[in-house]
């Protein structure tokens, strides 16, 4: 009984080590996408744009002064700059997928055909998307546009300069979930974890 208890702890401890090694893995290439984001956007104002990994997973927050006129959902030219340069990125990185997220503050919006901040944020994620793939060819089918409307803001929507911190559009970079799963059947076959 204490030989297969032994052999047991054996097989757990490998098996937890061969997670350790796909997460490094994970967090190796997160980086290396951090990296090159801000090698590329790393001479822009910081309040404009902020890149940070949480859970894992890359994002590019992008405030909504540097991409849109207030209440709008047309792309700026300088914002086009700032989104030619992230293409360039995810261009390179073909084995990562990407959720484009509009973010709105609680201030109700009515104007033009869009009904509320639903409308606006989803507008605003889908405009992001367009310039990403029309004017610099990106993928589509690594894209995903979703709106938050005002549901999951950064801070309190008391003052004008904390409702600007919550309009926001979020670039999420995703490793494709096979990608992941790979990384950890290639650490279950990597000799260096077996022997």
């Not at 997160?30 to 956007?41: E, R, Y």
């Not at 990994?53 to 006129?69: A, R």
Request: no cysteine; hydrophobic share 40%.
């Amino acid at each position: 009984n204490l030989e297969k208890s032994l052999e047991s702890l054996q097989e757990k401890d490998l098996t937890i080590r061969k997670l350790q090694d796909a997460i490094t893995r994970r967090d190796s290439v997160n980086l290396s996408l951090v990296q090159s984001l801000k090698g590329v956007l790393g001479n822009l104002d910081d309040e404009d744009i902020e890149i940070s990994v949480e859970k894992g997973v890359v994002f590019v927050s992008i405030s909504d002064k540097l991409l849109f006129t207030s209440g709008s959902y047309n792309i700026t030219n300088k914002a086009k700059d700032v989104l030619g340069k992230v293409a360039k990125v995810v261009n390179n990185k073909p084995d990562f997928e990407f959720m484009v997220e509009g973010h709105t503050d609680s201030v109700p919006y009515r104007s033009g055909v869009l009904l509320d901040n639903w409308d606006l944020s989803a507008k605003r994620a889908t405009s992001v998307v367009r310039i990403l793939q029309n004017d610099f060819g990106v993928d589509p089918a690594r894209m995903t546009a979703a709106g938050r409307s005002y549901y999951v803001p950064l801070m309190g929507n008391d003052t004008a300069a904390d409702r600007a911190k919550n309009r926001r559009t979020r670039i999420v970079v995703l490793p494709k979930l096979d990608q992941f799963y790979s990384m950890i059947e290639e650490g279950m076959n990597d000799p260096a974890i077996n022997n």
